[in-house]
């Protein structure tokens, strides 16, 4: 990796491991909570390492085995498990790690965050905590005000940076810069698991309250909006994958420098694909598809796919 630095996400960025490997994208990992068998959902640390390629068959099965437990819990009426970055001790372990495995020099960590729209406080710790750490160690944080595939998308923009010969310095403050160009769109298919909990049960319950007095709650699917931190609804689409994702591509400005599909349950996949072809024609980019990941995953439900992009 050029200038000896690594890109981190600290949380799970929405892109295929294929893409994590090749481009040397850390991850710190991510602990699903409320949950009797812990380790069949964990998202465990990813170095951006060739060896990692073999991690792909346990990520499929880890993001499957997460969505099934969703299904169950709503089947049987219990309560919805959470998500939780790892402690201190656990980031100062991944960050040695990282050196030791990759022989890098230093790193660059963007982490996720969501503000609440009426004060613009930060609801999410994360950030805090990830940055003191990372001040510990040398590690340039940066606070992403994005989440999943938002994040992918930025860390994709730094290590192209790198790649250019660009300095640390540089490269984080490019970063930052295109932070309030990304976006991020997810159908919510399914308003059980927003409306049980997590950080979008209000703008849910909000969204479709309007709805329901007109009986049209059956009928309509809300489209998730994730911009600067904030989020909120971006759209109403019909209900059925053609008229998600025709809402979708709406959504996406002709001209944008990138952008990339997501989605949840095995089921969701199709849709997503279609979606990033949609997206592809009408950009002329190449789109990759990857798992949504547990933090909007888990709040969103498995009926959800979605995208990101860079203006």
């Given at each position: ?74 089947k ?24 030791q ?23 999410s ?49 490019q ?22 909990g ?65 989605f ?48």
């Open positions: 990796m050029a200038g000896g630095i690594r890109i981190v996400t600290a949380s799970y960025p929405g892109l295929p491991l294929e893409m994590l490997v090749e481009k040397g994208i850390g991850v710190l990992p991510v602990w699903v909570t409320g949950v009797e068998n812990p380790a069949s959902v964990n998202y465990k640390p990813i170095y951006g390492l060739k060896e990692e390629q073999g991690y792909g068959e346990e990520l499929t099965k880890i993001n499957n085995n997460l969505f099934e437990l969703l299904l169950q819990r709503k049987a009426k219990i309560e919805m498990p959470g998500t939780s970055q790892p402690d201190e001790d656990s980031i100062r372990d991944y960050f040695k790690n990282l050196f495995k990759t022989g890098c020099e230093g790193a660059i960590v963007i982490s996720i965050i969501q503000k609440d729209s009426k004060t613009d406080e930060n609801l710790g994360t950030y805090a905590v990830v940055a003191k750490v990372a001040g510990e160690l040398g590690v340039k944080a940066i606070c992403g005000e994005t989440a999943s595939v938002g994040l992918g998308l930025l860390a994709m923009y730094g290590v192209d940076l790198l790649n250019q010969g660009k300095s640390g310095d540089y490269v984080a403050g970063v930052q810069g295109k932070i309030s160009r990304v976006t991020v769109l997810a159908a919510l298919g399914d308003l059980y698991y927003a409306s049980h997590g950080r979008v049960k209000s703008f849910v319950n909000k969204a479709m309250g309007t709805a329901s007095k007109f009986k049209l709650d059956k009928f309509i699917v809300p489209i998730l909006k994730l911009h600067r931190g904030h989020m909120g609804l971006g759209g109403i689409a019909f209900s059925g994958a053609d008229g998600i994702n025709k809402k979708l591509l709406q959504m996406v400005p002709k001209r944008i420098e990138q952008a990339a599909v997501v949840s349950a095995p089921a969701t996949y199709e849709p997503a694909q279609n979606l990033a072809a949609m997206i592809a024609q009408k950009t002329k980019k190449y789109i990759p598809i990857g798992p949504i990941g547990p933090e909007l995953g888990v709040h969103a439900g498995p009926k959800t796919w979605g995208l990101a992009y860079i203006e």
